[in-house]
């Protein structure tokens, strides 16, 4: 691993809060590392177990899968089935061998900009620590 | 009589790996026997036959075929690199013999297949002769034996503390000189009668005299509706058949690069012949049932002169309600008589 | 394969100046499908959004991509510049360069990196995407208010006043609703019936109210704009149109029966009105005590009627609405305080409920004002009021205040000191919440002017010694148990919802909160909306309230209906789930995820797949999870275009990550 | 078992005499006498030729969903064939008026492998008992225990009897919740270790789809994995983790546990770790039967206000 390695993180934002909360991190120039690449979702209640398990495929070295606090859904249930689904999944793919630190769910409202930044920040620091990820990856 | 001691074989193995190949041995996974690329760990002796066979090995589940990256426009295309050679040890007869199947259809047609020319010609296959038969195997009902020596570059037949080494090519010869020091003379009998007189009660059951020549007058058949019903249409007994080698091409796309592949295919999947215009020919369990045991014992006879079976078992030790070869043919039986 | 643009904006130095532009235009460039890219100041002035039309003529573009701000900042701007040069307005996708990268990231080659994986992904979105078409959906501008109370009143007639028809529906015999039953009203004690008369009778002659009192809502179907409805009418067995509401039948009916109306405490006939005013002045026939119904003979009212309209074999009758919009305003309910036997409610006459006080405060109720007690009917010298009963206590499941009692039981307590000028009022209470115009004054005025003594603390029991009732309580200030000897104890018990609320919101596809409350779509923004689109709230169907309130969101929810009126057709997003039949199985694991009830069955050859409503569909995605087969897909948000989205974000290309 | 087989071919003989039922599915000999084979009986006269022993290892709840397009069916099931067909009518694949249910208990199915293994020649007949299993041979007749001569599906069996007989023959065995213990050896390696573990049964598996091809909660028209912008058909290891997570994630709160996968599986993986692990989250999480009978709306499909956020608690896959 070169010493200017950086981790590559791909993360689910529903588009009403974590989004929007990434846009006030911008709009507040709030500075995190360029790690993160959001997809931008209707709400986390459509980010599919299996998107998640594509991006550690593709090479991601982390996952964020980010939507609005519980209560707080636009869509009034989306986040409760994603707290079910990804309660699950979480546990399954540390069973399969993933780091707990790869993958991290969070509710991030359109107000917490510093929160995804502080999110963001975390996240890079324990992927820095544990490198590259190599499991569930495909060959180069 | 040559002579290898169990012993030395880890030696033997090492010293044709470190000649460039790779070496395939039987090692035991969990409880299940599987062929892996062998990097010194202990290699099973108490098996019947690993899970995969010698098509594993030469026409590989999945085996690119070409790479390529750039815009359609511009595309720069660039061919994997040539097998590197390869020894396998301690395949069985009845794999053996089926790459000799294999060899009609990739080799000795009009067309041949670069992939599996290139890796039959660099892979040396050191069989290990059998001296019981599993409750599976019926080698013996489609012309085999436990100790035949077809499609073998070397045969090793088992004795006490060791095996008994016969090369029917020079390849086979080549690599036994790699242990030409750890090999030992010895007096002993043929091991290869020793094949005659191994018990395998499966093969007694087994009547295919003539069968393909009924097949062909009865591809309607009611019976084929009666058999087929329990099947599940998975492609289990053509994945671990060594003589099913059928294949679909694939292309795997990385946004701007890509590769194209080929892998295992089974005619069993209901998507086998499905076409782009949703036009499927074998739409039904039936069709597919009575294609793929129509290829075997009818067609592949017609074509080359023999059955599409080694005798492996691996179908009746798999299926998981019990079509397989022999119950199939058992059940012809009963109903063309 | 699609014809790709690429717009990359400089934002001035917003982005150019972390992001090298330049490199990020050559970069897509480059990309598989792009076959126009370009770099500009200002994507989002007149010339950059000329820029836009004239490559998608030039070009002959099926997609445009643009690296940009948010898209909630120019979406909809390159949308409509998109749609202006002919090109279908869902094509356009934006990479967030801007506040996503250049705002938060500081080296500039990192950030070009990341820039170009923006622009990938978007572009590998774009190849996947298909041309989608707004939905336009017709409106029957003609509004259902479900329930005639003040509430449903008030929406009607700001509906119908601007001038489009309104369908009210009344599950009584007639309008009113809970405060037909009301003596006089805080803080201003002018009386309920002086306010609510003129206005029944006013919605009643108006020429676009449809009046259906006596029925009920059976079936709701369709979605905004084309709601169609069943209602059922209940039989009154007398013909209404017929009667001239002289009410000979109800002098004459020798049945005389306990009446709901007035908490029991008083007697209606077996045919009658619930109360003189009542609008419209047509009698029903109570079936259950009616003596004919029960016994075969008695017919005294078909002997009086001088209109032969008494029908004793009139049904149900069910009729088909079309309508574009409705509103809920079915009003709450209050608790029956039998649970709270600590209290003696039931057992003891003199315990009673605070809307059978409001009755006894009634100049047309059983005492005709004069406030005397059930027992014994004397006037109460000493009268306890309770309030919180039900209410405030998670123990016995209702953690959430009434709202309403605190005021009502000042005006109680107020209303009897004038009746009974030597009387002496006690308030046990929690908390006296009195915020409101004039509220807090006037519970001042009734502290101080009515005398009414209040005691904070919960009361533990009440039972009776002699002829009145001993109430113990604690008073939490001063830490004493105190006992009050009352001739009358009132109890403010908590409002509730309908009984049947459940079962209309289910109707409706109206969710509910844990006590039956009806949901908001959002508590802030959208108060008067539902989750449903065109099912607006008004009144104590959404939470407790009291007149001011319920009237203000009545008005407010009829300005929603009239908003959605004004529109020639109701456009909505094309961003909604499709069933893909071929490969549904049918297994309906996506309807209970869904929060609309968008997804229904459909028959498809010889079975049963999903199928769903564009018009209730609200793009959430959750449906396309919950499929398994991947038959269910959330257009704009594909599988194959989010897998694509994750393989450009994942892919690593040139120098740094 | 034999008063049973014979009260079974006369209700199946009387099913098809009386025109109930098109087809009646249950065991009918094998090529080998102690592997039956699910045999299909169309006429009264087949109804003769149906058997019902120690030996009959299939899942039949999966062919229903073929059998119904012509016609009722009648069927044999046991618990686990009862929860397969329970799942197909949840899924809405069939409707209970087009099945007829013959119940039966039953208390395990012999691995003839491991029982001629265990006593050491042909094993032709045997008796499952509450502890033991007392194998037939043609010299002797021995007791074993459970778990050396039953399949591995039915070691962890928690629903002997079928819920949904129409006629259940012989006594009902009351269900029990499933053991689960078998996760947590799994959860007790160590990240790399677990990794390692399943990247090797993974590496085996030769993608022949018997796993859903048998399986009652794997019933879609078309599957995701079929679909190459989902799975690719190269077996790649990334490909294999792929093909694994999404089977078990789309069976999980689905899964009936009747072992069938893995009874199928020619490569030994262990399946059931996959399906009991979601088993063993649901339960431990929001409070899920094991295995959730189908029916109520799906775990998945619903949610309560106060549900755990699973991923707290979540490290190193405890």
Known sequence: MSSDWQPRIVGFACRWCTYA?????????????????????????????????????????????????????????????????????KRFLEYLGLEPERLRVEWISAAEGQRFAQVIREMTDDLCRLGPNRKMREEP | MRFLPATALPRWLERLRGDGATVWAPVDEDGVVVLRPWEGQPIASRYVNPLNSLKDVLLPRTETILEFEGRPTDLAVREPAPPQSQVVFGTRPCDAAAMELNDR?????????????????????????????????????????????????????????????????????????????????????DPREAGRTVAMPLAERIALDGLAARLRDHFEHPCWDAISRRCHSCGLCTFVCPTCYCFAVFDSLRVTRGRRQRGWDSCQFKDFLL??????????????????????????????????????????????????????????????? | MPRIGVVVCWCGHNIAGTVDVTQVTAAAAAMPGVVYAEDYKYVCSEPGQDLIRRAIADKRLDAVVVAACSPSMH?????????????????????????????????????????????????????????????????????????????????????????????????????????????????????????????????????????????????????????????????????????????????????????????????????????PQAVPNRPVIDREHCTYFEKGKCQVCVRVCPVEAVDFEQRETVREEAVGAIVVATGFDVLAPAEFGEYGYGRYPDVIDSLAFERLNSSSGPTGGVIRRPSDGRVPREVVFIQCVGSRDPDRGRGYCSKICCMYTAKHAMLYRHK???????????????????????????????????????????????????????????????????????????????????????????????????????????????????????????APRDISETVAQASGAASKVLALFSQEELVADPLVAVVDETRCAGCFLCRPVCPYQAISTRVAGNREVATVNPGLCQGCGACAVACRSGAMALKGFTDEQILAEVEALCLRTGSPG | MSDIQARLREIARRLLTEGHVRVFIGFGPGFEANRPVPFFAADPDAADRLLLDEFCAAGLARYVLEEVREGPVGLVARGCDGLGLERLLADHRVAREQLYVVGVSCRGVVDP?????????????????????????????????????????????????????????????????????????????????????????????????????????????????????????????????????????????????????????????????????????????????????PGDVEPLGKFCPDDPEGWHEGGEGT
């Not at chain 2, 080359?304 to 691996?314: I, K, L, T």
């Not at chain 3, 006690?426 to 005398?451: H, L, S």
């Not at chain 4, 007949?125 to 050396?148: C, M, Y």
């Open chain 4, 113 to 293: 492998d491991r029982a001629c293994a265990a006593a050491g020649e042909e094993v032709r007949a045997a008796r499952v008992n509450g502890e033991t299993v007392t194998l037939i041979t043609p010299t002797a007749e021995r007791s074993f225990p459970r778990s050396a001569c039953l399949l591995d599906k039915c070691l962890r069996c928690q629903d002997p009897t079928p819920r949904i007989a129409d006629v259940l023959l012989g006594e009902a065995i009351p269900p029990g919740e499933r053991d689960l213990a078998h996760v947590d050896a799994v959860e007790r390696m160590p990240s790399d270790e677990r990794y390692r573990f399943w990247a090797r049964q993974f590496e085996r598996c030769l993608r022949c789809l018997a796993c859903r091809q048998v399986c009652p909660a794997c019933n879609c028209v078309s599957c995701s994995l079929d679909r190459p912008e989902w799975l690719e058909r190269g077996t790649g290891l990334a490909e294999q983790f792929m093909f694994h997570f999404t089977r078990a994630y789309h069976v999980a709160g689905r899964c009936v546990a009747c072992g069938e996968c893995e009874r199928a599986c020619p490569a030994g993986i262990p399946l059931g770790l996959l399906n009991d692990k979601f088993m063993k989250d649901l339960r431990d999480l929001f409070g899920v039967a094991a295995p959730h009978r």
């Open chain 2, 105 to 189: 259809v990739f080799l000795e047609g009009t067309f041949v297949d670069e992939g599996f020319r290139r890796r039959r010609e660099t892979t040396t296959v050191l069989t290990v002769a059998c001296t019981v038969a599993g409750p599976h195997c019926f080698c013996r009902a489609v012309g085999g034996s436990p100790t035949a020596p077809r499609g073998s570059d070397l045969v090793l037949h088992p004795v006490e503390n060791g095996y008994l080494p016969e090369a029917p090519t020079s390849r086979g010869e080549k690599a036994l000189r790699a242990a030409s020091d750890l090999v030992e003379d010895v007096e002993h009998p």
């Open chain 3, 420 to 542: 009974v000028p030597d009387g002496q009022a006690y308030v046990f209470y929690m908390d006296v919440r009195a915020g409101g115009k004039g509220y807090e004054e006037f519970v001042q005025r009734t502290v101080e002017q009515a005398g009414a003594l209040y005691l904070r603390g919960r009361v533990a029991r009440v039972y009776p010694e002699g002829d009145r009732m001993l109430v113990r309580g604690v008073d939490t200030l001063s830490g004493q148990t105190v006992e009050v000897a009352a001739d009358l104890v009132v109890l403010a018990t908590a409002a509730v919802p309908r009984g049947d609320a459940r079962e209309l919101a289910q109707l409706l596809k109206v969710g509910t909160d844990a006590h039956g409350f009806y949901n908001e779509a959002h508590p802030k923004l959208r108060p008067v909306e539902t989750m449903t689109r065109g099912i607006f709230l008004a009144g104590a169907v959404q």
């Open chain 3, 75 to 275: 979406e909809a701007t390159f949308r409509q510049a998109a749609a202006a040069a002919g090109l279908n307005p869902y094509r356009v996708e934006i990479a967030n360069v801007r506040e996503q990268c250049s705002w938060v990231h500081r080296d500039r080659e990192e950030a070009t990196v990341k820039a170009v994986a923006l622009v990938q992904a978007m572009v590998a979105k774009a190849r996947r995407e298909e041309p989608l078409e707004a939905l336009r959906l017709p409106v029957t501008r003609r509004a259902l208010v479900i329930g005639g109370g003040i509430a449903g009143m008030q929406a009607a007639m700001d509906i119908a006043d601007a001038g489009y028809q309104v369908l009210l529906v009344e599950r009584e015999p007639n309008l009113g609703g809970r405060m037909a039953q009301l003596s006089e009203t805080f803080p201003t004690l002018d009386c309920a019936s002086c306010i609510l008369t003129p206005r029944t009778a006013e919605v009643a002659r108006h020429p676009r109210i449809e009046l259906l009192t006596y029925s009920e809502v059976r079936e709701v179907a369709g979605y905004v704009g084309d709601f169609r409805v069943r209602i059922a009418r209940k039989p009154a067995y007398v013909d209404w149109d017929r009667c001239i509401g002289c009410m000979l039948c109800q002098e004459k009916c020798p049945r005389k029966v306990p009446s709901p109306f007035e908490r029991d405490m008083g007697f209606k006939k077996a045919i009658g009105v619930n109360f």
């Open chain 1, 21 to 89: 909360g990434a846009d006030l991190a911008g709009t507040s120039r709030l500075e995190y590392p360029a790690t993160v690449r959001l997809v931008r979702v209707p709400c986390s209640g459509r980010v599919n177990p299996s998107f998640v398990l594509r991006a550690f495929q593709r090479g991601a070295d982390g996952v964020l899968v980010a939507g609005c606090h519980p209560g707080d859904c636009h869509y009034t249930s989306g986040n409760l089935f994603t707290r079910r689904r990804f309660s699950l999944v």
């Open chain 2, 275 to 337: 076409m782009a215009g949703g036009h499927n020919p074998r739409p039904t369990r039936k069709h597919r049932v009575r294609q793929r045991f129509l290829h075997k014992l009818c067609y592949f006879p017609e074509a080359y002169g023999e059955y599409q079976c080694v005798g492996c078992g691996r179908c009746v030790a798999g299926c998981p309600v019990g079509l397989h070869l022999p119950a199939v043919v058992d059940e012809l039986g009963e109903v063309l008589g």
